[in-house]
């Protein structure tokens, strides 16, 4: 699991979501949570849930189930409404805004 985080962005080499700093709604969307606005903290937990969701780490009886329903909550979900949200909803306008510029993000955040 790694999340590359900077200024405007948020990756995940895990799920296809992405957040983006909105800075006309003084906030960021992440592509899992549209009509959304969240600050940066809770941007960075909507996406370890997305992250922790594209795999078999996002269901009831985990290890991970705990901090799953823990992150979920700060986020005014439920655990099972947080993992079907981020697993099953498609990534959106984010991701395709971010593709759209031809593949610089992935190779800048690598630098």
């Known amino acids: 699991m790694t999340l590359t985080i900077n200024d405007t962005t948020m990756?995940?080499?895990q799920t296809p979501h992405t957040a983006?700093?909105?800075p006309d709604q003084n906030g960021w969307e992440v592509s899992w949570l549209p009509g959304r606005t969240l600050d940066r903290n809770s941007a960075i937990t909507a996406m370890i849930l997305a992250d922790t969701s594209a795999d078999d780490r996002g269901r009831e009886g985990h290890r991970l189930w705990p901090h799953i329903q823990g992150?979920?909550?700060e986020l005014g979900l439920t655990g099972?409404?947080?993992v079907?949200?981020?697993a099953s909803q498609p990534p959106g306008d984010l991701n395709r805004e971010?593709?759209?510029d031809g593949g610089r993000l992935g190779r800048?955040?690598?630098d």
Do not use: M
């Open 11 to 13: 990756t995940s080499d």
């Open 20 to 22: 983006r700093h909105a």
């Open 71 to 73: 992150w979920a909550a």
């Open 80 to 82: 099972p409404a947080a």
């Open 84 to 86: 079907a949200g981020a």
């Open 98 to 100: 971010h593709e759209s």
């Open 108 to 110: 800048e955040a690598a």
